[in-house]
């Protein structure tokens, strides 16, 4: 996909990943998505699926929710259309994965779990409610409103929630830990490492440090305060990668997801690359078209068709946008 600066294709990947994933990679307030002056937006997306036609369509009307229908049937949240189709996307604002603080990267981890193991897809979110009302047992018994063996069952549910997280992330890391370091090598950064060391949740441990957690108010143990490890060698790339080694990592990351998911669901994920090579050398942006999954598709983003390396394989179709008065127009060339 083509065009100047300014003429919207960072809009029409995110209008591709509205119609296929439900929400936007750049921003939770969806009122943003809508077309200044006007009040609602629709996203329709026709396709296959791992070889079976697919409709999508994405109405968002703030104050009125969200509608989401895939084939003509009304889907109750975006997590069903995430887990019927799916797209990995890579804008920049995601190097904030690799540079950002470890709020960030937990978050990431977790949608990749989402992804990589529906079935564990809730874990997440039933860790985070049962740490807040464990937050809220604490703080009443610090009001003296409780007592501390009203605590007790939600240590134990902390505990649990928090073990099988904590596992489930480490069994995820150990899986694209691998893939990761590869693409991060055939990209130009060698010796990349992703870590994650499952450390449990031990009821004990909560129980043994009981009082400093009333103190705070809060748990002060367990994956919510864990971060996965991005490093070269023995430098830490989150702390002390160039732009250009954060980037790659992302990348690296991006490609080794799509390849677990390739297997695991049997099809490749639609991939959206928004600016990608902007950073990247000749020979990483080869390195980058050649690790792309076989057999799916991915659009990528570039202000001029010069972008792609000149020995690199023919893309199957070129998307031409242009503004046309204040609205984008998307040509195939
Ligand atoms: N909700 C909106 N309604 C109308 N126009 C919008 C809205 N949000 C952003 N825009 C406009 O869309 C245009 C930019 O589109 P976009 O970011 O997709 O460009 P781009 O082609 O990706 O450019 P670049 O090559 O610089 O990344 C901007 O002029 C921006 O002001
Ligand atoms: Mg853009």
Redesign the pocket.
Known sequence: MVGP??VG???L?EALHVGAQGFSPRTRAEPRLVRFGERAARVQLEGTERGSPVETEVTLAPGEGKRLRLNGAALGSAEELRSRLAALVFV?DRLAVVKGGPVVRRAYLDRMLGRVFPSQAALPAEYGRALAQRGEALRRVRADLSTRAAVEPWTERVAELGASLDAARAQLVALLAPGFAVHADALGVSAATFAYEERGLRREDLETRLDRDLERGTTGLGPHLRDVEVRVDDRDLRGFGSQGEQRTAVLALLLAEAAVLAERRGAPPLLLL??VFSELDAGRRRALLEALPAGGQTLV?ATSADALPADAREPALVVTVRRAGDASVAEVA
């Open positions: 600066n300014g294709k960072t809009n990947l920049p928004d600016d983003s």
